[in-house]
């Protein structure tokens, strides 16, 4: 038996349930009726700006159907908006409202703060290596 994959697959594990708990709480702090899966989306308009519906299906690897509800349920609570695509009249770009922009980066910049909290007594060198490990195991994953 491998048992270095054996404990990878196991903190992965604990990792991923630990993750799942923070999104929801995160998406509750930006706003109270936010679904924690449309919290994904708010990071993803944050680092690309704005977007057509169909590329954040794409990227989330949804159907548009799904995509226009998470959509439309964050247009109801102010996050984001909508407006006509200047390269293509018929189509629509969503991107962060004002308020949406500062309620995401207030959790985000907070949780950045518990990271560094937690890590205190890491070297910056190992902070840097689990970013990287962590950036190949994404890149990997998705490719």
């Known amino acids: ?4 994959f054996l404990a990878l697959e196991r ?5 991923l ?12 702090e930006v706003h109270p009726e936010l679904e924690p899966a449309a919290y994904g ?3 993803r308009l944050e680092a690309a700006g704005r977007q057509r519906a169909t590329e954040l299906a794409a990227y989330f690897g949804v159907g548009k159907a799904t995509m226009s509800r998470q959509l439309h ?10 407006e006509p695509d200047p390269a293509d009249g018929r189509a629509w770009l969503v991107h962060l409202t004002d308020d ?3 309620r995401f980066r207030s959790v985000r910049d907070a949780r950045r703060g518990r990271y560094v909290r937690k890590l205190a007594d890491w070297d910056r060198a190992e902070v840097a290596e689990l970013a990287r ?3 190949q195991l994404n890149a990997r994953a998705e490719g």
Do not use: K, P
């Open 73 to 82: 349920s964050l247009e109801n609570l102010g996050l984001v908006a909508r």
């Open 41 to 43: 989306l708010l990071v």
């Open 11 to 15: 903190e992965l594990a604990v990792f």
């Open 100 to 102: 949406g922009l500062a």
């Open 17 to 28: 349930r630990r993750a799942r708990a923070s999104s929801g709480e995160m998406a509750r």
């Open 1 to 4: 038996m491998d048992h270095e």
């Open 133 to 135: 490990l962590l950036h």
